[in-house]
């Protein structure tokens, strides 16, 4: 974990499995953390100094993880061939269960599914959230 401001700021992981971790982190300076175990949740990172600060780290076993950009775009590069079980997790409704999927609805038990991938590109084209899960 790194901090490439010029004021510290501390890293505080909410774990479900590995060892939680609450470390001062120095201007410019940067800490190594290990995460042995898988968690089957995003972990929330808060800095305990800068509330308005945080982030999530996904810990899995496969190195295919994939964060959409701000356009909501996600590519996961070089996955295998075959089919494979994906999970799709969003910071305000958890597990996506409940989407629309170009045009039809669609749910996913706890946000899992299975996608076979084919040579070339593949697309599981518009997927759209309720946008009851981000009313305030």
Known sequence: VGNTDTIGHNANFTTFVNQAFNVLIPAGGTERLRFPAEER???KVACNI???????????ETPYVGVSDQSGRLEIKHLPVGT????????KAGYVS??????????????QFDFT???????LGEI???????AK
Do not use: R, T, Y
């Not at 494979?84 to 910071?91: D, G, L, N, R, T």
């Open 41 to 43: 949740l995003p972990v």
């Open 50 to 60: 800068h509330p308005w600060m945080g982030a999530w780290l996904v810990v899995k």
């Open 84 to 91: 494979c079980p994906f999970q799709a997790w969003q910071e």
């Open 98 to 111: 409940e989407l629309v999927q170009d045009g039809k609805p669609v749910k996913w038990a706890k946000g």
């Open 117 to 123: 991938i084919k040579p070339g590109e593949n697309d």
């Open 128 to 134: 759209k959230l309720p946008a009851s899960l981000f």
